[in-house]
C-alpha cells in the first residue's frame, strides 16, 4: 500500500503532508526525529491518512493536499479536528 498522510505538530501546531509506502515506520521516523523535515518539530499527531494501491495516484493526491485546493479540502474533510486544535497562526492554515 501506499498512504498519503498529515501530521499535526504538538509543539507548533504546524502541518505536514508526506506520502511513504511503509506508513508505520515512517511515523517512527517522524517520532523519533530521523525525517529531516520534521526532526526539529516534533512531537508528532497524525492527524489524517488515506491508502492507495498504485504509487502514482498516492503521489498524486499528496501534491493536491498540498496544494491551496488540497488544503481548503483538507480544512473541509478535518473540520471538526480543526476546530479544537487549530494550526498554528504563521502557517498557511488547511485553507
Known amino acids: 500500500m501506499h498512504d498519503v498522510y498529515v501530521l499535526q505538530s504538538e509543539s507548533d501546531r504546524g502541518l505536514y503532508i508526506g506520502y511513504t509506502g511503509d506508513l508505520r515506520r515512517r511515523l517512527r521516523e ?3 526525529g530521523r525525517a529531516f523535515a520534521t526532526s ?3 512531537p508528532w499527531r497524525l492527524i489524517y491518512y488515506e491508502a492507495y494501491v498504485d504509487e502514482r495516484d498516492a503521489l498524486g493526491r499528496e501534491e493536491f493536499l498540498k ?3 488540497g488544503r481548503k479540502h483538507l480544512r473541509k474533510q478535518c473540520r471538526n479536528f480543526f476546530a479544537d486544535s487549530p494550526v498554528r497562526e504563521n502557517q498557511r492554515e488547511p485553507a
Open 40 to 42: 526539529y518539530r516534533g
Open 30 to 32: 517522524h517520532q523519533t
Open 67 to 69: 496544494s491551496g485546493a
